[in-house]
């Protein structure tokens, strides 16, 4: 048996740890992150951010639906079943959000759900009296299912593509609101934690889906767990 070098093995190892180090770090993200799915953030070395999709949805996006206004929303993993109401902009020009703790909000100035582009809609994660409709909505992972049911009488499945966590102060206006090439769903809450001072919580959820053309889990009409 050929005994080998350690001073060679400890020299390598000494001028190549830090790269050894990464392309550990790296397996073992990519691993984590393949199990769950996501949209990975970053910051380069100039200071900018950016974000990419490190693991692509393996289900293709769905064929876009006319304009139909929402009015029911079922997410079944996390047990929600709710109705909308209409959301425009407040005195601030930022969106609204829902009076109650209860029902999901839909920005009437943009897409609806089915449509080409993204639909926003945005619900409370708890209340002075506790919980409230999306207090779960970050147990969701990639490929859950999402209903909304239309006026006209169709229901939009989507699929869930990504989730993505903000501080409050560096919300991604154009990321969240801009333009796609398919008919998107933003689903938006509260994160992190609350500032008794602010009334605000520090962090903003953002869950990303699509439109698909299926129905999943034979639930498209049905109530959860009817």
């Not at 089915?114 to 926003?120: D, K, L, N, R, W």
Request: charged share 20%; with cysteine.
């Amino acid at each position: 048996m050929q005994i080998p070098d350690f001073k060679k093995v400890t020299d390598f190892l000494h001028k190549n740890l830090s790269a050894i180090g990464v392309i550990l770090f790296a397996i073992g993200i990519s691993m984590f992150l393949a199990s769950r799915g996501t949209v990975v953030s970053y910051v380069a070395s100039d200071g900018t951010k950016g974000f990419f999709e490190l693991f692509a949805p393996t289900f293709e996006f769905g064929t876009p639906l006319e304009a139909s206004a929402p009015i029911r929303l079922r997410i079944p993993d996390i047990y929600i079943d709710t109705h909308f109401v209409e959301l425009g902009l407040d005195a601030n020009g930022e969106v609204e959000t829902p009076k109650g703790f209860e029902e999901v909000g839909w920005y009437i100035h943009g897409p609806t759900p089915g449509e080409i582009g993204p639909a926003i809609v945005l619900g409370h994660v708890d209340s002075y009296m506790g919980p409230a409709v999306f207090l779960f909505l970050g147990q969701l992972t990639q490929g859950d299912y999402i209903y909304v049911d239309r006026e006209d009488g169709s229901t939009a499945t989507f699929r869930v593509t990504a989730l993505e966590r903000y501080n409050r102060s560096e919300f991604p206006t154009e990321k969240v609101y801009g333009d796609i090439d398919h008919a998107g769903l933003r689903l938006i809450t509260c994160s992190g934690t609350f500032d008794h001072t602010s009334q605000e919580y520090d962090r903003v959820l953002v869950v990303y889906a699509a439109l698909v053309d299926e129905e999943g889990a034979g639930l498209a009409q049905g109530s959860i767990g009817g």
